[in-house]
Each structure stands twice: as structure tokens, then as C-alpha cells.
């Protein structure tokens, strides 16, 4: 028989979007989901899904978070809503673990704070259809909005033939793709574009390119695996390495930064770019088949790895179990 916890949302509004996919992760366990806006709900073994900062938030969080370890219950947190890694985080303190979305280190704590990705928003896996990578339509792909460095995202990847765009305006755009014809777009597609959100690099495109085959092509802000696109020659012009600014700013400072997949997941085998202006010499770099293969592998079995690993730590916290959770 499944061991029962308690999943208490405290808004569901953003936050609704990760529900599918940390039920998902959770999947071994009997869960509970409860809406509780005003914060009266306690009970044991509980993950609580706080409502997004604001100015009272480590207050107001704390306060309530307290409350639980006062009363003598066993009580997780699953963090999703620090896309900028603003929100404070002080009341980690007062609770038994944390799950995280967007890796901050200064969130992480072994034993304690533990990051999981994104992951693929609610209702799109189901309308995902399965097609070998080599008889898509689409050489790339990208719906959404035209924000951040995504002007030149478009700019580069329009010199690139077979490729398709949907653009909107705002989140959840009522002009956008229904999520059947996203899901379409998306199986049919070889190479996802998976330009930055708001502040941070993961956004759920990432996750449903993984989910529905494809191969993402994602931005990096550090790392000594950047230095193939400085040094590559056809991208001398394109991104300006001429310039003795660009060498003292854009090259050294990146050697200086890790890079946050690896940061975030260790090995990472997904194709990413600094600059979107190096785009076509990063795709003509790629073998479709062995790439999309790796991909695969490895996507599986990074979810198999977050099951037992989340098992692991809701089983010792709040079941006293000391062996590790086997999870499939």
C-alpha cells in the first residue's frame, strides 16, 4: 500500500503549470492534493507549494511554516517560483527537505535543499505523438514570445531553411497554439529553439522538446564547453571577435562563470549556444540520429534518477526509513 502525503498548494495560479509533473515525480506515493489560499491547513507529512513572494514574504512564509514544526509535524517544501532567484529563502531553515525549480546554489544543501527541472507544463504529454527524429517536418521550430535575446534568436534561425515560427504576444496568449497543435508542432520538429524566459536560461520549453523527442537548442552563460563557439571560425563575423571589447567582456567573463546546466544537472548532453548568432554552425555541427539517441537516454533516465531520489528524501523525513527508495 502507497504511503500517503499531502501536497498543500497555496495558490494555484503559476503554479498550476508544475501540478502534472511533481505528481508525476511523486507517482510512488498516495498524494493528497489540497488548496489551502489562507494558510489554515496542517497536517502531517505535507509538502507545501507557497503562493509567489512578495514584500512580506519570509514572514509570512516562515510564520507558517513554523507553525507546522510547532505543532510537531513533519513537513517538506517545493519552492517554484524563483524564476529570478530573488525570493527569499531563509525559511528553508524550517523545514524537513525542499524541492526547488531553477537551480540557485545558494538554495542547495545536501541532505536538505535538492533542485528539480521544470519539467513539461500540464495537459501536454498527452497529446504528444511519437515520429522518428528523421521523418519530422521541421528542420527548427519555436512558438511564443519575441523577448530578451529572442529578436536575434529569430534573426538566425530565419537563414535557416524548414524552419517554423508562431509568435504571441503575451504569456498564455489566447492567439497562440492550442495545446494539441503545440504538441503537433513539437513532433514533428528536429531542433526546439529554447531561448531564456524572463531572468533564468530553464524555461519549460526545454522540458517539452525533451518529452515530445526533439532536440533543444538552449542558452548557456558559462562554462569551458562555450569555448567551441569563440573558437569555431565561421562565427568569427557573427559575433564579433574582432573586437577587443568583446574578448575582455564576452569571453572572459563566461570562463569565469559556470555554466548553469551543468551546475544544475551535471552531465547535460543538450546542444547550447551563447550567442543565437552562431546557431546554423552549431546545428551543422550535430548528428541528428546519434544526438537525438543520447538525448533520449539520458532524459529517461534523469527522471528515474529524480523519482528515487525524491522518494528517498520524503521516506527518511517523514517515515523514518533509512534504506534507500528504489523508484521506477
Not at 60 to 65: C, D, K, P, T
Not at 79 to 106: A, K, L, M, W
Not at 264 to 270: I, M, T
Amino acid at each position: 500500500m502507497a504511503q500517503k502525503i499531502h501536497l498543500i498548494y497555496q495558490n494555484l495560479g503559476f503554479e498550476k503549470w508544475h501540478m502534472e509533473w511533481l505528481l508525476a515525480l511523486l507517482k510512488g506515493f498516495d498524494v493528497e492534493c489540497i488548496l489551502d489560499p489562507d494558510r489554515s491547513v496542517r497536517l502531517d507529512r505535507a509538502i507545501v507549494v507557497p503562493a509567489p513572494g512578495g514584500p512580506d514574504s519570509e514572514a509570512r512564509i516562515g510564520a507558517h511554516l513554523r507553525s507546522f514544526r510547532e505543532r510537531g509535524l513533519r513537513v517538506g517544501l517545493a519552492h517554484v517560483t524563483d524564476e529570478c532567484f530573488d525570493e527569499p529563502i531563509g525559511y528553508y531553515e524550517h523545514v524537513d527537505f525542499v524541492f526547488r525549480n531553477h537551480y540557485r546554489q545558494s538554495g542547495q544543501k545536501p541532505g536538505h535543499g535538492f533542485y528539480y527541472p521544470l519539467g513539461s507544463p500540464v495537459g501536454l504529454k498527452e497529446n504528444l505523438v511519437s515520429k522518428p527524429i528523421n521523418q519530422r517536418k521541421y528542420t527548427w521550430s519555436f512558438a511564443g514570445q519575441i523577448k530578451t535575446s529572442r529578436q536575434a534568436m529569430l534573426k538566425s534561425a530565419e537563414r535557416i531553411k524548414g524552419g517554423y515560427a508562431h509568435l504571441t504576444h503575451d504569456w498564455d496568449d489566447p492567439r497562440g497554439l492550442s495545446r494539441k497543435d503545440y504538441a503537433a508542432l513539437l513532433s514533428d520538429t528536429v531542433f526546439v529553439l529554447c531561448p531564456r524566459g524572463n531572468c533564468s536560461v530553464e524555461c519549460f520549453r526545454l522540458y517539452e522538446a525533451l518529452d515530445a523527442g526533439a532536440i533543444p537548442i538552449v542558452e548557456d552563460e558559462g562554462g569551458l564547453a562555450m569555448c567551441k563557439e569563440f573558437l569555431d571560425p565561421r562565427n568569427f563575423m557573427r559575433i564579433g571577435l574582432w573586437r577587443r571589447s568583446y574578448w575582455q567582456y564576452h569571453f572572459r567573463n563566461p570562463l569565469k562563470r559556470q555554466s548553469y546546466w551543468e551546475a544544475a544537472f551535471g552531465e547535460f548532453p543538450v546542444p547550447r549556444l551563447m550567442h543565437w548568432e552562431t546557431l546554423e554552425t552549431l546545428l551543422q555541427r550535430i548528428d541528428i540520429d546519434r544526438v537525438s539517441a543520447r538525448i533520449r537516454e539520458w532524459w529517461g533516465q534523469h527522471q528515474a534518477f529524480l523519482r528515487s531520489q525524491m522518494a528517498t528524501v520524503i521516506e527518511r523525513a517523514f517515515f523514518d526509513v533509512k534504506e534507500p527508495a528504489m523508484a521506477g
